[in-house]
């Protein structure tokens, strides 16, 4: 154990701050490793007295003990993923390196612990008889499966191959994960001049002004940002920039030399494929499903396949009417990748008569948040109100006290919502402390980063109403831990399957789009006007436009996944090639590309958290999609009792039942993709593709 005193260390010192939030501030880099030292430490010693602890076991002394266990690691792991996230710098991502493989490598050794997985084993054989309550015995159940899946009832030598592939897999996710940050941090494109600004509205050039001064640059900026670079493809005149800015982006992760993430992706499915042979599973996607919702990949095969044709058909559709705009114009070219968003927007502004320039300025950053807030006051009683008290990472972070109708305390929420060269890209809720009852009524610390490009300096920032959409979706996983109302830390909030953890999250979007949300916050931010109601009707209304290229682009992403991570074998796969071969399997149309292509796709490849599993969206969404028609069904779209419902059997709930079962007890039944395919708009292509007419084209 490490022999530095704890009291030195900001990180395992009692943090004696408002709320016991970390002490930010004095928080640095080099504390990192001695924490982390002495909470390893700490933790493999409570864990060893867990295993050999002398009396039979029993619930309490196993795994109530085991929940009890390794708070300083929580403690210290919270700051430290947190801080990578959304404010690192190049000492923290050394530490990144170091670490992954190293507590990759803890719990592998606490989950195939053998003496610790017979006291459970035997738990387990027992749990009708030990009258544990609904709750416990789920607890049991977890764990249970949590060790069983990591191998814990493997031979010796198995059990020693399986450590030194996730140790591997850890450090390789890391590597994979810095790469993607240092292509994206390699490239910004500089405009000068009104020829290379042409076609960008007001709100971008003070978005991209903002980026360069952030960077220490003259003038505007384009960076890799998904928030810049989406709106400049849409809006840049300049087809040659455009194509410039769409292969940088394409391409993280794909151009060569030591950050380029080829050979880590084939070296990944090989060991993951290794991995699920060991435990006895065909494949990688057999292992992942297994403890999903979907249970089986013919499952979500069945599911993809279904939106894929009318998906692609509608995207079909909108390629050729995109082309003949473009020839309309004069464009004397086929139409590239990098042109679909710019025409698209033109196509838009004809056929929904709306431009992205002329709604932004009612999506003010602000509003957005008031309107999150409201919809969860009006849904669940919450009640937010600022405080200025609490440590932050940066100056730009806010926080909010969560309060319930009875004035109760929920816990925090920090909104770090605007983008800056030390965050990675994308948006993410995270905590830094869980709901939990177990060591008394712990309140969670919830936070939401996204990445809004800043306002220019004095002026507020500007969302898009895809922006808006993020903060409403991210705001719905922060009540999904906000609302957490459960004993064990094991099934606190978003312990859930992943294809079922962004129902709370997609659900949480619809509010957004309905009228009276939009009349009451969609308010211009010079005049304070509410959006003209013709232009939200059509906002409304648009909401359909280009959903096959967006539910092409999404499906190409999870097909691929899926396939890749369907090897049996594990030959040395040529990743750019299985892409390329997976694509043309589905018949991927050649203007658009993945969401995510493998090189660059962190959900799959920086850790794992969605290897094989990023299909989850699309199932959540089949549950969202039907979960608010429940509202409609009831002519309100705050249904005292509906809501009521799906606070206790959803938000409220975890993990604490399966998640067929959650839902059956909000909704009485399961969904069929029914409701998927009539919220975008696929239903007319859907029919027909099956009508007689059509068969067989
Ligand atoms: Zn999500």
């Known amino acids: 154990m490490n022999t530095r005193t ?21 928080i640095k880099p080099e504390h990192f490793v001695p924490a982390y030292d002495h909470a390893f430490a700490a933790h493999e010693i409570e864990v060893a007295a867990i295993a050999a602890f002398p009396d039979r076991p029993d619930f309490e002394n196993t795994i109530a003990a085991l929940e009890r266990s390794g708070k300083d690691l929580q403690r210290v792991d919270g700051v ?61 159940e977890r764990y249970h499966t949590t060790f069983r899946r990591a191998g814990a009832g493997l031979d010796g030598a198995a ?9 591997r897999l850890a450090a390789l996710g890391t590597t994979f994960s810095q790469n993607v940050l240092a292509d994206e941090q390699a490239f910004t494109l500089s405009l000068e001049g009104e020829a290379e600004l042409a076609g960008l509205p007001d709100f971008m050039r003070q978005a991209m002004k903002s980026e360069a001064h952030e960077r220490g640059l003259d003038g505007c900026v384009v960076t890799l940002s998904r928030s810049s670079v989406e709106p400049f493809l849409q809006f840049a005149q300049r087809r040659d920039l455009r ?91 086929k139409l590239a990748p990098w042109d679909w968003r710019y025409y698209a927007e033109k196509l838009r502004q004809r056929r929904c008569n709306i431009e992205e320039a002329a709604i932004k300025p009612y999506l003010n950053l602000d509003r957005m948040i008031e309107a999150a807030f409201y919809t969860a006051q009006r849904l669940f009683g919450l009640w937010f109100s600022p405080r200025n008290d609490v440590p932050v990472w ?3 972070v806010r926080v909010w006290e969560v309060r319930d109708n009875g004035g109760g305390e929920v816990g925090l929420f920090f909104g770090d919502y605007l983008a800056r060269p030390s965050k990675q890209s994308g948006a993410w809720m995270t905590s830094l402390r869980d709901q939990e009852k177990l060591a008394g009524d712990i309140r969670p610390l919830i936070i939401n980063v996204c990445n809004f490009s800043k306002g220019a300096e ?47 999250s997609q659900l949480y979007e619809h509010w957004l789009e309905q009228p009276e949300i939009l009349r009451q916050f969609a308010l211009h931010y010079q005049t304070g006007e509410p959006m003209p109601e013709a232009l939200l009707q059509r906002l409304i209304a648009a909401r359909n436009f280009d959903q096959g290229f967006a539910t092409v ?25 299985f892409e390329t071969q997976s694509l043309a399997r589905i018949g991927m ?39 608010f028609e429940a509202f409609k069904e009831t002519g309100d779209i705050f249904d005292p009792a509906t809501a009521k419902r799906l606070r206790e059997t959803i938000y409220a709930a975890g993990g604490s039942r399966e998640p067929a079962d959650a839902y059956k007890a909000f909704r009485g039944r399961l969904p069929s993709p029914d409701a998927l395919l009539r919220k975008r708009g696929l239903v007319e292509a859907a029919t027909a593709l099956l009508s007689p007419a059509r068969a067989g084209g």
């Not at 801080?83 to 592998?108: F, K, M, Q, T």
């Not at 903060?471 to 004993?487: D, I, K, Q, R, Y």
């Not at 969206?617 to 999609?625: H, K, N, P």
Request: aromatic share 10%; charged share 25%; proline share 7%.
């Open 458 to 504: 004095g002026e507020p920032t500007l969302l898009s109403f895809i922006d808006a959409h993020t903060l409403f979706h991210e705001f719905g996983h922060a009540l999904h831990g906000l609302l957490s109302n459960v004993t064990y830390p094991q099934i606190s909030g978003t312990s859930v399957a992943t294809d079922f953890v962004e129902l709370p």
């Open 80 to 140: 430290f993923h947190l801080l990578v996230g959304a404010h690192s710098n190049d000492a923290l991502l050394e530490i990144e390196r170091e670490l992954a493989p190293r507590a990759a490598s803890h719990w592998n050794n606490i989950h195939t612990n053998p003496d610790l997985f017979r006291r459970i084993d035997v738990l387990m054989r027992q749990a009708e008889t030990l009258g544990l309550d609904p709750e416990q015995k789920r607890v049991l």
């Open 589 to 627: 149309p050649d203007e658009i590309v993945m969401r995510h292509r493998p090189p660059h796709f962190g959900h799959v490849f920086s850790g794992g958290g969605y290897a094989a599993g990023y299909y989850s969206y699309m199932w959540s969404e089949v549950l969202d999609a039907d979960a």
């Open 394 to 396: 940066h100056p730009d």
């Open 159 to 167: 059990k020693e191959r399986l450590a030194e592939i996730i140790e």
């Open 6 to 26: 704890p009291v030195e260390n900001p990180l395992l010192s009692n943090w004696v701050t408002p709320d016991e939030v970390p002490p930010f501030p004095q």
């Open 553 to 577: 682009e999404f499906l190409a992403s999870a097909f691929v996944d899926l396939d890749f991570h369907s090897l049996s074998s594990a030959p040395a796969i040529d990743s750019a090639a």
């Open 243 to 333: 194509e410039k800015v769409f292969r940088a982006f394409v391409n993280r992760g794909d151009n060569g030399g030591p950050t380029d993430n080829k050979a880590i992706i084939a070296e990944m499915v090989k060991l993951r494929a290794e991995r699920a042979r060991l435990l006895g599973y065909q494949d990688f996607a057999h292992y992942r499903l297994d403890d999903a919702m979907a249970k089986t990949p013919e499952a979500v095969r069945r599911l993809l396949d279904t939106v894929w044709s009318p998906a692609r058909a509608h995207a079909l559709a909108d390629r050729n009417a995109l082309q003949a705009l473009a020839q309309e114009e004069g464009g004397n070219f």
